[in-house]
RNA sequence: GCUCCCUUCGUCUAGUCAGGCCCAGGACGCCAGGUUUUCAUCCUGGUAACAGGGGUUCGAAUCCCCUAGGGAGUACCA
């Protein structure tokens, strides 16, 4: 068991966007199947007709690629294993179905899904849960309760029927939990389980448990929300007569604000995307936001995602992937669940931004100077991106916050012209765009001194002429430093806009 | 309701398995001060937590019990 070579899987369900949960559930899968260089595989889980959303598996398959989650054997990569998407694996699954029959381990059922309904609303009037266990499972329509004549004649009349696993009564289950350790379940507690539904396709417990032993899956990584099921599916293996595998269930992430799983909604609430990629629903056009599309990088999201829930017991923050491969263990994962924060994971990305080359981060903010007309050439646009870069936490924010650099100010802020400007103000900077037209060569460091010697051989107050010049060229009381600005502006624009500037304002 | 899981600053968390190094450390956020010709960055400082109650022990955030709170599951969904 020990010497078992590592294969993990990540088996999401084709119902939608994958949430940033699954996301999560995906990247510590990768990350332990790296760490003990094992096996990742991905499989689609889609036994479920009735929820299959077109589009779906495309996304997943997308946003894992996006955040760097490379698959070693699935759909699309194929692998030993092949098939990977369960509809396609749909006829194998009977086989099991029968062997779990021919062995007592499960049953045929003729209910109605009516009359199930009716038994739940019936118990729940009276405040109880109908259960279909051992006890109740004596009075209900099944091949238990029944002569073998009896059950081959409905099936051979085509009537529909459900397998369902028989629950062995009087024992306790015990389960070993990577994170959370012992659990100890009795069997009175849990329910018949249909494993084969009526249509001819297995439910998700049959199958993930046949396809995790054909698949030779060692550690079942997967959510919270799989724990209360973990007792069936160890007696599945069981029943199976197969070794189980290592099993661990990853805390939720929940709500910013409040309790609760982390759900779309809290996002379009609380105006963060809680999916990777932007996704438009292909029932009602509906568009939900997604980290790529909103300027988060992805190993900056990865990182973050990958501190949701586990730490590596040191200091250490800003991780690559390589280093998460390095640093990770299951060990070191929680219990509790995390609540998500938009907050921090802005700061994650203002790190990497930061990180990133001039050259790098030049190139993806040409995307949003082409779109706005400009073109810049490289060398400038990088050294506006340098100047720019610490103030942001996203590429589309380096224009909100240098327009400045590509277009003259279309309005000068009234706060800062109601705080500097003086009725002097028009004959200095008329007179500083007449110095600065010696200014040779106009560089940053050549400015910087010429400002500095001008502004004190004339006398003047040195924040009074910088803020008025500021408010000139940039049309605000922000930015980088003045000299930088004009140095790339170019004496002929820096001139030209402290000319406008006076115009503009003087007839205010 | 029932079953299972969980509980350290507002948030993510270290420390819990091997009790003393913890009147609890780091990060995000927030607040204040400093640097700066502006804004932002940056630097410095501050704010703020062992859910509650019993035990065990010389000593408990750490071990045991109880209570409370929260979460998940309870489908012919995954």
């Known amino acids: 068991m020990t010497n078992k070579p590592i294969r993990v899987r990540f088996a999401p369900s084709p119902t939608g966007p994958l949430h940033i949960g699954g996301v999560r559930t995906a990247l510590y ?20 007709q009735g929820r299959f959303v077109p589009g779906a598996e495309d996304y997943i398959i997308e946003s894992l690629e996006w955040c760097g989650i490379r698959f070693d054997e699935g759909v699309n ?17 009977k086989e099991y179905s029968d062997k779990l029959i021919a062995s007592g381990h499960a049953y045929y059922a003729f209910d109605t899904p009516e ?111 799989w724990l209360p099921s973990l007792p069936l599916h160890i007696l599945l293996y069981q029943a199976f007569g197969w070794q189980e595998p290592e099993f661990a269930h990853l805390p939720l992430l929940l709500k910013p604000d409040g309790n609760g799983k982390l759900s779309k909604r809290d996002g379009d609430r609380l105006g963060f995307p809680v999916f990777p990629l932007k996704w438009k629903d292909p029932f009602t056009g509906e568009i939900s936001s997604g980290y790529r599309e909103s300027g988060y990088f992805p190993d900056a999201f990865v990182n973050m995602l990958a501190l ?14 390589d280093e998460l491969i390095q640093s990770f263990s299951l060990e070191r994962v929680g219990k509790a669940g995390s609540k998500f924060d938009p907050e921090k994971t802005k700061w994650f990305n203002h790190q990497y931004l930061i990180r990133k080359s001039n050259r790098e981060l030049a190139a993806d903010f040409r995307k949003i100077i082409d779109s706005k007309g400009f073109k810049p050439d490289d060398n400038t646009l990088e050294k506006i991106v340098e100047l720019l870069k610490e103030r942001v936490n996203f590429v589309p924010e380096l224009w909100n ?16 012209i109601k705080k500097r400007w003086k009725a002097e103000s ?68 820096t001139i030209r806009r402290i000319q406008r500037g006076v115009a503009t304002i003087v007839q205010l």
Not at 456 to 480: C, H, Q, T, W, Y
Request: hydrophobic share 40%.
């Open 308 to 321: 949701l829930g586990w730490n590596p017991g040191t200091e250490q923050e800003l991780f690559s992937m």
């Open 401 to 416: 916050e240098g327009s400045f650099f590509f277009q003259q100010p279309e309005t000068y802020d009234e706060q800062v």
């Open 115 to 225: 009359e199930l309904d009716e038994l739940r609303k019936m118990a729940e009037a009276s405040k109880q849960t109908f259960t279909y266990n051992a006890v109740t499972r004596k009075n209900l329509r099944n091949s238990l309760n029944m002569s073998p004549q009896e059950v081959e004649q409905k099936i051979g009349e085509g009537m529909p029927y459900v397998v369902r696993f028989r629950i062995p009564e009087n024992r306790e289950v015990v389960m070993n939990d990577l994170i959370r350790g012992k659990v100890v379940v009795k069997t009175e507690t849990l329910d018949d389980k249909v494993l084969f539904k009526s249509d001819g396709m297995p439910t998700y417990h049959l199958a993930n448990i046949v396809d995790d032993h054909l698949m030779e899956i060692s550690h079942v990584i997967r959510g919270e929300e």
């Open 77 to 93: 990569t194929g692998g030993p294993h092949a098939p990977y998407r369960q509809s396609d694996r749909k006829s194998l699954y």
């Open 426 to 493: 028009a004959d200095q900077m008329t007179a500083l765009a007449a110095f600065l037209s010696s200014v040779e060569p106009f560089d940053s460091a050549t400015l910087d001194q010429a400002l500095k010697s001008w502004i004190e051989s004339n006398a003047m107050n040195m924040g009074a002429i910088m803020n008025v010049l500021r408010l000139l060229l940039v049309g605000a009381a922000k930015g980088p430093h003045l000299a930088d600005i004009m140095a790339i502006l170019g004496k002929e624009e």
């Open 29 to 48: 899968n990768y990350l332990f199947a790296k760490k003990h260089g094992g096996t990742m595989i991905l499989r689609i889980e889609d036994t479920d």
